[in-house]
């Protein structure tokens, strides 16, 4: 069965970390595009940051740069996001993504539509 499973969600004061996973259980994983989205209240979805799998290479929105690392163990079809010196505004719903445009599109800032695999969404909550 075909999902992808996130988890690592939660809520934390301002400048806290958390990390999120998300594991692609029955997908073709290598030479494709994984990572996230989100969709802060009242605001279209965005893109936050990617990696090639099995490649390696990142790209990060210019509002979290600096601060997330995207990485992958490939062995696992596993994706992490660690999230460092939180912010309120980084409050959101945070979707794991894999699609062989996600990559271009966290590059561009530009969306996805609703095309490609999406996960349920975890909840990201920054309090100050």
């Known amino acids: 069965q075909r999902q992808l499973v996130e988890s690592g969600g939660g809520a934390v004061q301002t400048g806290g970390s958390l990390r999120l996973s998300c594991v692609a259980a029955?997908?073709?994983?290598?030479?494709?595009?994984m990572g996230w989205f989100r969709r802060r209240p009242g605001q279209e979805r965005e893109g936050v940051a990617a990696?090639?799998?099995?490649?390696?290479?990142?790209y990060y929105a210019k509002s979290v740069k600096g601060r997330f690392i995207i990485s992958e163990d490939n062995t696992e079809n596993t994706v992490y996001l660690q999230m460092n010196s939180l912010k309120p505004e980084d409050t959101a719903m945070y979707y794991c993504?894999?699609?062989?445009?996600?990559?271009?599109?966290?590059?561009?800032?530009?969306?996805?539509?609703?095309?490609?695999?999406w996960g349920q969404g975890i909840q990201v909550t920054v309090s100050s």
């Open positions: 993504v894999l699609h062989p445009d996600l990559c271009l599109a966290v590059q561009a800032g530009r969306g996805l539509g609703d095309t490609g695999y």
């Open positions: 029955g997908y073709p994983y290598s030479a494709n595009c």
């Open positions: 990696i090639y799998t099995g490649r390696g290479r990142t």
